[in-house]
């Protein structure tokens, strides 16, 4: 394992762990599991620091439950187990699972608090969805709750409520009503960050533990840069 590897394990922010399953709140840039761009996913860097961590020899079981957006930062669940990982996928495929974003955006919404309902057409191509006000062929219905949080001088503090979990939505659907997320050059943002992030943040997510049958929820802070820093 190399050294960069060890290092992100060591910096890793571990916001629960127990037998079955671990939480990180996930930094922008990181990807969730392994593509074709050969860069280290944070899978393995959270097997990397669980075979530390448990002085464990061989192979760590780590099984990746959903995943965020590359620039998307926030909480990202993992199971520990080959019991629980079937029981949290069904969980989530199932959309059992509360979770709360918030996002970052250009301009005021006109509404305080509002839902979005759209039919969203993913290209594959692209790697982008596109989002239609009617039904169209090959689409999906995606759904969200919004309330404005907070206004900043050239800036607002969205709270997402994700009712539905399509590729891209919060997006798509914010780009879809001239509420462009800071940073996302994708979906119509002016300029990019600094870093590639753009702001969009898993906040919270609630569900029922898929051994312990109990009710968890866990709250991530965002990343620390002057934008959310107004937000806190």
């Known amino acids: 394992m190399d050294t960069k590897t060890l290092s992100n394990a060591h910096n890793l922010k571990v916001l629960y762990e127990d037998n079955h399953l671990i939480v990180i709140n996930k930094r ?7 593509d074709k761009t050969g860069d280290i996913p944070l899978s393995e860097i959270v097997k990397q620091y669980l075979k530390t961590k448990h002085s464990k020899p061989g192979n760590v079981f780590l099984g990746v439950v959903h995943r965020l957006d590359r620039p998307t930062s926030g909480i990202v669940v993992f199971a520990k187990t080959s019991k629980a990982l079937p029981r949290l996928n069904k969980l989530f495929s199932e959309g059992r699972t509360k979770k709360t974003y918030w996002a970052v955006t250009k301009n005021v919404p006109e509404q305080r608090l509002g839902s979005l309902t759209h039919w969203l057409v993913r290209n594959q191509k692209q790697n982008k969805s596109y989002a239609y006000k009617k039904e169209v062929p090959n689409s999906k219905k995606a759904l969200l709750e919004y309330q404005v949080l907070k206004r900043l001088d050239n800036y607002s503090l969205l709270e997402i409520d994700l009712k539905t979990g399509r590729h891209h939505q919060i997006r798509a659907q914010l780009a879809a009503i001239d509420l462009t997320i800071k940073g996302d ?13 753009i702001h969009l943040h898993s906040r919270s997510l609630s569900f029922v533990h898929p ?22």
């Not at 051994?211 to 806190?232: Q, R, Y």
């Open 185 to 197: 050059l994708k979906y119509g943002a002016d300029r990019s960050n600094k870093d590639g992030s």
């Open 28 to 34: 922008p840039g990181d990807i969730v599991q392994g």
């Open 211 to 232: 051994v312990k049958k109990e009710e968890i929820t866990f709250v991530a802070s965002p990343p620390s840069d002057p934008v959310w820093n107004a937000c806190l």
